[in-house]
């Protein structure tokens, strides 16, 4: 008697289970959102962390603190992507993914038990900053990658849609997350991402599986060893440009910040070098060859750039001047900024998944070049409100920001990951990464020197007759107005009065009338102090924000709409089967075109005979 055997049970979510590509879409989304998050959420809660390890930000020898607390994360993030990115083609994508989700929840526990304080606690918080960075590099480079293996082409659109707009909106939903956990305590800034990255990292070694076309080789270690070095080099250099030096208000002209900068790009341009002459190279230079693909990858840098810079000079605004003028305590201000910024991070929600689902239509090119023009409009926009606003005045324009930030990311981000071939997209994943994040790094250094260009005209003069008028003596007022700008800009980011921490120590505060002492550590001194050189600044600031915007969308707009390169490298015997067909067609081109021309021949004697006959 014959036995059926039984049907082979399908794996849970294998590749071919209707929802696989879900799940794919939900689990990366959440990767690319808790990465994201911890890009922004120190911005904001910086105030309470430095509380917390007792340690004062102001100090002049503690501003490398607070810098690298910024940069530590996005720099080695923007520095490892395309490394990660180039593993994820050869030896899986979902295995160096899944080792990043382990990386991040490690991190994020080690920073939630940070032992120490004051410079012993910072460099605690640095250094684990940078393991976490390790991870989110890990997820960036192959999150894309792995959703576009799992999504045809005709829905590929919104899924990157949708991891993108995590990716940005991470950024933004940091800003609201830290404000608000600071108010309850410095290490809820930091625990917040434990639960969500162990529940990730089960979730993703259970459901998700290698589906798309791996691309071995070796991999390229001198070409990762430059690029390590020479974007460390010079996003180091610009770090350190935003530090005064000697009598100048920013660090440009240090020769130790103009040799980084200058050896950083050296290198940059030997590792190019070396990648065109490279059988296995890290970086597919070549994939630049692509109009759409290049014109893309520029207009998100110009994008990400820019909306990095609008967060600082927001965070700046609203912690240092509006909040304080309209009567809010110091301490409550990361809370109440990450409130007041709710309209941009809700425009940015709203519009980037109809833009994901509208491009799969209609194509990515006018979404996004629509979307950049949005923005640059809202920057100008940004520089004709004063200081002192109207709230829904600002909420209106913040709102259509994100509007047009979200018109952007998922139709710029579909552009990339279509114009590539299949077995390129971990590289052209992190390429793509490597942009944000290096676009995220340079805001930092580009827009606080445009700032900090834009106080150094007015600020020391606001300085010394604010102080004067208050019975400061002129030779401690003169000193304070000499003092770089770079501290009250700090001060004014962090939500502190400086006034205070500048003057105490001399004892010229206590010697002071107590009006006079009362009104200088008061909430609306420093902003008004400010209020009128900051806007000095944010006249430059939002000026190259906006410029970038526009050359973003005519690059976006010159890339063209194209994006159909969605065939699988063809293998070996592929390879020679469509070689063989090639020269067949040659071979039959080439009997057409002799027997046309033996047949133009006879046609042509034929004529002359009938010639002579007639004569």
Known sequence: ????????????????????????????????????????????????????????????????????????????????????????????????????????????????????????????????????????????????????????????????????????????????????????????????????????????????????????????????????????????????????????ATGWLNPWVLGSIIGGVVLLAVFVGVELRSRAPMFQLRLFRSRPFAMANLAGILAAVGRGGLQFMLIIWLQGIWLPLHGFAYEDTPLWAGIYLLPLTVGFLISGPVSGILSDRWGARGLATTGLLLSAATFVALLLIPVDFAYWVFAVITFLNGVGSGMFGAPNRATIMGSVPADQRGSASGMAGTVLNAGSSLSIGIFFSLMVAGLAGSLPQALRSGLTSHSVPAQAADQIANIPPVGSLFAAFLGYNPIETLLGPTGILKALPAADSAALTGKEFFPNLIAGPFHDGLVIVFIAAAAMSVVGAIATFAGGSRTTIDRPAASAAEARGEAVLAEADDAFAHHVAVAHAEHADRAEAAAGGEAGAVR
């Open 1 to 248: 008697m014959s036995t059926t055997a039984p049907a082979p049970r399908r794996a849970l979510f294998d590749k071919d289970h209707p929802h696989y590509k879900w799940v794919a879409l939900s689990n990366t989304t959440l990767g690319m959102l808790m990465a994201t998050i911890n890009s922004s959420i120190v911005l904001i809660s910086l105030p309470a962390i430095f509380n917390g390890i007792k340690l004062n930000a102001l100090d002049p020898g503690n501003t490398s603190y607070l810098l690298w607390m910024l940069m530590g994360f996005m720099l080695v993030t923007a520095v490892l992507v395309v490394g990660f990115g180039r593993l994820g083609d050869m030896y899986g994508r979902v295995k160096i993914y899944n080792a990043g989700f382990v990386l991040f929840t490690i991190g994020a526990i080690a920073l939630s038990l940070d032992p120490f304080m004051e410079g012993a606690g910072a460099l605690w918080l640095i250094l684990w900053r940078v393991f976490q960075g390790i991870g989110a590099a890990m997820l960036f480079a192959n999150s894309t990658a792995i959703l576009t293996d799992a999504f045809p082409a005709e829905r590929r659109g919104m899924a990157l849609g949708i991891n993108q707009i995590a990716a940005i909106a991470g950024s933004f939903i940091g800003l609201i997350l830290g404000g608000l956990l600071a108010v309850i305590d410095w290490r809820a800034v930091f625990i917040v991402s434990v639960p969500l990255g162990i529940i990730g990292t089960i979730w993703s070694f259970k459901s998700l599986h290698e589906v798309g076309q791996r691309n071995p080789g070796s991999l390229d270690i001198p070409g990762n060893v430059l690029f390590l070095l020479g974007l460390t080099s010079l996003l180091t250099g610009i770090t350190y440009g935003i530090q005064p030096y000697g009598d100048d």
